[in-house]
C-alpha cells in the first residue's frame, strides 16, 4: 500500500495550508490514518489521527489550529492548517495502517513527505 502527500509549501506566520495523503494499493480497510512531523535536528512526533469512526487525537501545540479529516470512500486524509507558527516548520508525513486484499494481511505505511515551511 502506498501512501501519496501533497500540499506542504512557503507560507507566512498566521496563514493556512491544507495537506492531502490519498493510500492506494490492495486495499481492504484502512484503520487508523495520521500525520507526523519532523523538523531539523529533532525525532518525528505525532501531530494528529483519525480513526476509520471518525475519533480524533491532536497534539497539544497543534490543538485549535489544525483539523485532521478523512474521506473514507477515498482512503484520504487532510490536515488543514490554520494560524501556522514558525515553529511549526518541517517535514510533514502520513501514516495510515489496515488490512489488504493480499499477502501480507495488515499494512502500515508512510508517506514520502511533504516540506512546510512557516516565515516569520
Known amino acids: 500500500v502506498q501512501l501519496q502527500a501533497s500540499g506542504g509549501g512557503l507560507v507566512q506566520a498566521g496563514g493556512s495550508l491544507r495537506l492531502s495523503c490519498a493510500a492506494s494499493g490492495t486495499i481492504l480497510s484502512v484503520n487508523v490514518m495520521g500525520w507526523y512531523r519532523q523538523a531539523p535536528g529533532k525525532q518525528r512526533e505525532l501531530v494528529a489521527t483519525?480513526?476509520?469512526?471518525?475519533?480524533?487525537d491532536y497534539a497539544d501545540s497543534v490543538k485549535g489550529r489544525f483539523t485532521i479529516s478523512r474521506d473514507n470512500a477515498k482512503n484520504t486524509v487532510y490536515l488543514q492548517m490554520n494560524s501556522l507558527k514558525p515553529e511549526d516548520t518541517a517535514v510533514y508525513y502520513c501514516n495510515a495502517n489496515g488490512m489488504t486484499t493480499g499477502w501480507p494481511p495488515r499494512f502500515a505505511s508512510w508517506g514520502q513527505g511533504t516540506q512546510v515551511t512557516v516565515s516569520s
Open positions: 483519525i480513526t476509520s469512526g471518525g475519533t480524533v
